[in-house]
């Protein structure tokens, strides 16, 4: 018989945060948060799954259990030659067996983060930025670019 956990989680931010997303258009601004269908900003429940699924990853092959190396499918278990050869063909590692891979569901769901009631800030901020050459470490001409933090 499996049972049910629930984990609620609460962040407090120490600084602005941005993570871009689809949503609101804002004019003036390149790069706009994610908002829910309220237009309140979220930390999407994909990209917390993604963090957890990365430390779950690194955390295992410190301890040397074979892990898969995704998005890729020929990576992916149960395709993935070091783990078929460590844990026998057709099986799948800790991290695909938790959350899922492209053969097999996820045990694990997660919900979007919300900002609590009294947190919202009414006009979210802008910050501008500049873009830089990799190469040369310089601003690159007409790279100017503005987002949108909470």
Known sequence: ?????????????RSPLHISGPGERLPLV??????DHKGLPIIPASTL???????LERLLRS???PVCT???PELTCPHNREV?????????????????????????YFSDLKPHPSDLIPN?????????SRYTGAVREERLFSLQLV
């Open 30 to 35: 390149d790069r706009c948060v994610q908002v």
């Open 84 to 108: 078929a050869s460590a844990l026998g063909e057709g099986r799948f590692c800790l991290a695909c067996r938790v959350f899922g891979s492209s053969w097999r569901p996820s045990t694990v």
């Open 124 to 132: 979210p901020w802008t910050r501008t930025g500049i873009g830089i």
């Open 1 to 13: 018989m499996r049972r049910r956990f629930v984990i609620r989680l609460t962040a407090a931010l």
């Open 63 to 65: 301890r040397g259990h």
């Open 70 to 72: 995704p998005p890729r």
């Open 49 to 55: 799954r993604g963090r957890a699924r990365a430390y």
